[in-house]
């Protein structure tokens, strides 16, 4: 079993950036795939992908934050992280740390652990 604690959220200006963490407990976490979604306001039955890492380092980004956004994990620290550059308004969402076993995927429905979320919110 995995629990999983997100922290780094917070307000920023468009065009800022902002580094989420991901810590984790419990064993095995090198052979987890760990991922990034996001709920928007006013979508609470909605969780976007944002960016998933498999165990080996793979990495695969959404299009709508590819080149901005970069996930990344430190096994060692059993740490998870996502670099958020260039923000936008329409980045603002609560931001989940999600955990499977085996691939990587993009559907939320396949997670079996989750965090709390972390609040981001993007001014003008």
């Known amino acids: 079993q995995v629990q999983l604690v997100e922290s780094g959220g917070g307000l920023v200006q468009a065009g800022g950036s902002l580094r989420l963490s991901c810590a984790a407990s419990?064993?095995?976490?090198?052979?987890?795939?760990m991922a990034w979604f996001r709920q928007a306001p006013g979508k609470e039955r909605e969780r976007e992908f944002v960016?998933?890492?498999?165990?080996?380092?793979?990495?695969r980004t959404a299009d709508s934050v590819k080149g901005r956004f970069a996930i990344s994990r430190d096994n060692a620290k059993k740490m998870v992280y996502l670099q958020m550059n260039s923000l936008k308004r329409e980045d603002a969402a609560v931001y989940y740390c999600?955990?499977?076993?085996?691939?990587?995927?993009?559907?939320?429905?396949?997670?079996?652990?989750w965090g709390q979320g972390t609040q981001v919110t993007v001014s003008p």
């Open positions: 960016a998933v890492i498999d165990y080996g380092g793979g990495t």
């Open positions: 999600a955990a499977k076993v085996l691939t990587a995927t993009t559907t939320p429905n396949e997670y079996l652990y």
């Open positions: 419990g064993d095995a976490f090198n052979f987890y795939t």
